[in-house]
C-alpha cells in the first residue's frame, strides 16, 4: 500500500483543481507571556512578531500549491485592506488562478490569533456570516459555470461565511455531475440537506456528531453516523476526519477503511482540515483510489498538527513520511498467530472478508507474486501463512530454505497485496486456518478442492475456496538446481 502510494507521489501530475468558499486572511501575532496584568487576572503577552496568510478557503489553495498541484479560487473579498492583501497574496505565485469578486457591503473575514511560546491564547475573528446578495450570488455561480468544466476536481471549503449559499452549492453539486467532476466538500452546520448529491463530504468529529445526532466516541461511532449521512443525502463517500484516531473512509456499498493517524506531537491543529481535503483532491485528481486518497489525506493532516501556525505540506515532505511508515508498517505486519487473532477479529468486525493463502516463499518468483494477486483479489484482508525454517527444512530437506524466516517474512510483508504474514511451524498450516477461521481459502490449480488442507473446516464455518491459476515453468526449487548447475 505504502509503496504503490509512494510511486503515485513520485510521479503526481500538476491538475487544476478548483477551490470555491469562504476565503479569509489569518493573521499571527508571536509574543512572550511571563506575567499577569495587574489590572485583571489575565497573561500580559509581549510582541514579538506578526505574520499575515491566506486562510479558510485561501489555505486550502496554500496547501493545494505546495502538493504541487494549479488552482483556481471562487471567493469574495470587501473593499477593505485585508482585501487587498488576500488578493496580493493570490497573485504572487503564476499556479493560481484567483476569481474574487468584492462586496463593499461586507468586510474580509479576519482571524487573528495571539500565540505565546507555541500556544495560542486567544483569537479575535472579524466577519459578518449572512449569505451573499443574490446579485453577488449569481456572479459566484458565473464563474462556476465557467471553470469547473476546466479543472479536475471541486473542493468546496464551508466555513459559513456566506460565500456557498444553498443556490452555489447545488449548481456546484450539478456541474460537477454534469462534467464528470468529482466534488468533495468540507461541510459546516447540523443540515446537510444542502448538500445532498455530493460525491465526498469530509466532517470531522464534531461536525459529524452534530449532523448525524449522535456523539461520535469510536470509529465504529463515526462509520455509523457515516452510513447514516450517505443513506439521507446520497453521498458517494464520507471522509471522517477523526482527530488522534485518523480518518475513516466510508463509501457506499463498500466496507469502511479506517487509517489511523501517524503518532506525532501536536503544536498545532490550525487548518488541519484543509490540508486534509488538499491531499485528498489532489490524489483523487491524479486518479488514484478513494483508499490511497485517503492515506494521502491522513499523513498530510498528521504532519501539518506537528507544525506552528496555519501549515502546509510538501510533496517531498509526504514521501519521506510514507517511506517511514512503510518501514514501520512491514514490521506491524508480521505478527504471532495470537496478535494475528485479534487483529483479523477485527477486520471481521469491520465488515471484512478475510482470505488466507500459504506457502514457503523461499526465493519469490512470478508464480508467487500472481498467487497472492489472485488471493487479494478474491478478498479485502490477505493472511499469508509462512512456513517456518524447520518446517521448510522438514518438506524440502536439509539444504533448504535458501533465505531465512525473518528475510522472507520481510519479503512478502513488502508487496502489496499482503496484510499480515503469520509464521507456523508445523508441517501444514491446518491449525492455524482453524484458529484464524478465514473466509476464503486459496492455493494453486495443482490442487483440487478435496486436496486442499483446511478446506473441510473453511466450508463448514460457510468459507469458500479459490483455486488459483499457476504461472508455467515458475519453481523455486528449479531455480536453485539451476544456479547449483551454473546455468
Not at 509581549?46 to 489553495?61: D, F, K, W
Not at 470509529?219 to 464520507?238: G, M, N, P, R, T
Not at 504532519?303 to 515532505?317: N, Q, W
Request: glycine share 8%; aromatic share 4%.
Amino acid at each position: 500500500m505504502q509503496f504503490d502510494i509512494i510511486q503515485q507521489l513520485e510521479r503526481l501530475p500538476s491538475n487544476p483543481i478548483l477551490v470555491v468558499g469562504d476565503v479569509m486572511l489569518d493573521r499571527f501575532m508571536y509574543g512572550q507571556v511571563d506575567r499577569i496584568s495587574p489590572e485583571a487576572p489575565i497573561p500580559v503577552m509581549r510582541y514579538v512578531r506578526e505574520i499575515s496568510m491566506l486562510g479558510g478557503a485561501g489555505n486550502v489553495v496554500r496547501n493545494l500549491v505546495s502538493l504541487k498541484q494549479h488552482c483556481d479560487l471562487i471567493s469574495v473579498i470587501g473593499a477593505d485592506s485585508a482585501g487587498f492583501e488576500v488578493a496580493k497574496q493570490l497573485s504572487l505565485d503564476e499556479v493560481i488562478t484567483p476569481h474574487l469578486l468584492t462586496d463593499k457591503d461586507r468586510p474580509t473575514t479576519i482571524k487573528t490569533r495571539f500565540v505565546a511560546g507555541i500556544q495560542q491564547v486567544l483569537r479575535c475573528d472579524v466577519e459578518r456570516a449572512e449569505n451573499l446578495s443574490a446579485a453577488m450570488e449569481d456572479q459566484v455561480i458565473t464563474r462556476l459555470r465557467l471553470a469547473v468544466p476546466q479543472v479536475s476536481a471541486v473542493i468546496l471549503s464551508d466555513y459559513a461565511k456566506g460565500v456557498l449559499t444553498q443556490k452555489v452549492i447545488a449548481e456546484a453539486i450539478a456541474l460537477g455531475k454534469q462534467h464528470n467532476k468529482p466534488v468533495i466538500i468540507d461541510p459546516k452546520g447540523r443540515d446537510y440537506t444542502r448538500y445532498t448529491g455530493a460525491d465526498i463530504v469530509t466532517p470531522n468529529r464534531k461536525e459529524l456528531t452534530e449532523a448525524s445526532g449522535h456523539e461520535i466516541r469510536t470509529v465504529e461511532d463515526a462509520v455509523k453516523a457515516s452510513e447514516q449521512l450517505i443513506a439521507k443525502y446520497k453521498f458517494k463517500a464520507v471522509l471522517a476526519k477523526l482527530g488522534g484516531d485518523g480518518v475513516c473512509l466510508v463509501a457506499a456499498g463498500k466496507p469502511p477503511i479506517h487509517i489511523k493517524a501517524t503518532a506525532r506531537e501536536v503544536y498545532d491543529v490550525s487548518g488541519a482540515g484543509d490540508t486534509v481535503i488538499a491531499g485528498f483532491a489532489t490524489a483523487l485528481a491524479a486518479g488514484m483510489s478513494m483508499e490511497h486518497a485517503a492515506h494521502t489525506a491522513n499523513e498530510a493532516g498528521s504532519i501539518v498538527v506537528s507544525k506552528v501556525g496555519t501549515a502546509t505540506v510538501s510533496i517531498e515532505e509526504l514521501i519521506n513520511n510514507f517511506r517511514q511508515v512503510e518501514d514501520r508498517d512491514i514490521n506491524e505486519k508480521v505478527l504471532t498467530q495470537n496478535k494475528a487473532i485479534e487483529l483479523v477479529e477485527r477486520w471481521r468486525r469491520q465488515g471484512l472478508n478475510v482470505g488466507f493463502t500459504n506457502g514457503c516463499f523461499d526465493l519469490v518468483h512470478p508464480g508467487h507474486i500472481s498467487l497472492l494477486q489472485q488471493s487479494r483479489k478474491a478478498c479485502d484482508r490477505l493472511v499469508v501463512g509462512l512456513n517456518s525454517d524447520a518446517s521448510v527444512k522438514r518438506l524440502k530437506g536439509a539444504e533448504r530454505p535458501v533465505q531465512n524466516e525473518k528475510a522472507r517474512a520481510t519479503v512478502l510483508a513488502t508487496l502489496n497485496p499482503v496484510d499480515l504474514v503469520v509464521i507456523f511451524n508445523e508441517d501444514t498450516p491446518l491449525e492455524l486456518i482453524k484458529a484464524l477461521r478465514p473466509n476464503v481459502l486459496v492455493k494453486g490449480a495443482d490442487y483440487t478442492e478435496e486436496t486442499v488442507v483446511g478446506a473441510a473446516d473453511v466450508k463448514s464455518w460457510g468459507g469458500s475456496i479459490v483455486l488459483a491459476n499457476l504461472v508455467e515453468g515458475q519453481s523455486t526449487t528449479n531455480t536453485i538446481k539451476k544456479l547449483k548447475s551454473g546455468a
